[in-house]
């Protein structure tokens, strides 16, 4: 057992340390997918950038698949799955981590269907299960208490995923929008990068909400709890500021969605030092692990990060996205 608890938590830090490798990737330009009606100086260049943020809005949205995968399955086996419902979330992010892997190694600048309908899925189960989860807190004893809060069904858990959704449907959005140099990309006749900075600086707040809720009931014993309720706050600043379309290089929002993914993989580290505390440690891993802090929480921080960054290349490449 012990082994195990092990493996999952180097299988964590190896795919965090493999989603870092590959969003410095910089993939080579799609050919023999220009229509013909379009300027044949222009188009290569603007394809290759739009499909390469797509990309990585596809990473991003695989590692926030990821980190819902895991922390659901913890959290509704430690519920005894009483609710047949609860296996969704299991099942979706699944599918959108499976989905997402494969956007990531498709260069053609095209939507794709299966991966519309999956993220579309992704997004309404969010939905469904934030409903579901507020309807488990507001019926126990004391209806929304600090006690029910703390102990009944996160309010904010079932949102990652709802993101993930958001970010992979813009991703495939992104991938059919056909800049020029006159009008950059465009998402739902909206420009892509502002629409996008707007998604993740909200998605960071509602992050953030969640952590402090939680972090408040530890009593921010470790002063280091008080990282993911202050550094992500500032990154919504800078991302609204990428929202407005201020034409700078915004090298303060991308340097500090850098630090943003590594809070989130230091957190995954933080919460495993939580867990060995505990007594008995991971030799008790099926008692510690549901009781103690959640070990694949954090990298939700580090999944709209990366979101971020590919959002920034963007508007630098296309200031008027």
């Given amino acids: 057992m012990k082994r195990q608890s092990l493996f999952l938590l180097c299988a ?3 795919a965090g340390a493999v989603t870092l490798a590959l969003s410095r990737r910089q993939p080579a330009p799609p050919a023999n997918r ?3 009606r379009r300027d044949l100086s222009n188009t290569p260049q603007h394809s290759s950038g739009t499909v ?3 990309r990585r809005l596809n990473r991003a949205a695989g590692l926030l698949a990821t980190s819902v995968l895991a922390d659901s399955g913890v959290e509704h ?3 005894s799955f009483k609710n047949r419902a609860m296996f969704t979330p299991l099942i979706v992010s699944g599918a959108t981590l499976a989905i997402s892997a494969h956007g990531t190694a498709d260069m053609r600048p095209a939507a794709h269907r299966v991966r519309d309908v999956t993220y579309a899925l992704a997004a309404v189960t969010g939905l469904v299960g934030t409903g579901f989860h507020f309807y488990n807190v507001g019926r126990k004893l004391g209806g929304f208490s600090w006690q029910n ?3 009944g069904a996160p309010l904010g858990a079932p949102m990652a995923i709802l993101l993930s959704g958001l970010i992979g449907f813009s991703s495939e959005r992104l991938r059919e929008s056909q800049p020029d140099e006159q009008q950059g990309p465009e998402i739902f006749d909206l420009p892509a990068g502002r629409m996008l900075a707007a998604v993740i600086s909200v998605g960071l707040l509602g992050t953030t909400a969640e952590a402090a809720l939680l972090h408040f ?4 014993h470790n002063p280091a709890m008080y990282l993911p309720v202050t550094l992500p706050p500032i990154g919504a600043l800078l991302m609204a500021q990428v929202c407005v379309g201020t034409r700078t290089r915004h090298v303060a929002a991308r340097n500090w969605m850098w630090l943003l993914v590594a809070m989130g993989f230091a957190g995954s580290g933080f919460h495993a030092y939580g867990i060995s505390r505990n007594m008995g440690g991971f030799a008790n891993w099926s008692q510690n692990i549901l009781a103690g802090p959640p070990l694949p929480a954090p ?4 999944g709209l990060a990366l979101a971020g960054l590919a959002c920034i290349d963007l508007v ?3 200031p008027d996205a």
């Fill in 316 to 318: 630098r490449e296309h």
């Fill in 299 to 302: 990298p939700s921080f580090s």
């Fill in 217 to 220: 009931r530890g009593a921010y």
């Fill in 12 to 14: 964590g830090i190896g």
């Fill in 34 to 36: 220009i229509p013909a």
């Fill in 149 to 151: 809060l703390f102990y």
């Fill in 77 to 79: 086996y430690r519920g």
């Fill in 52 to 54: 390469r943020a797509a």
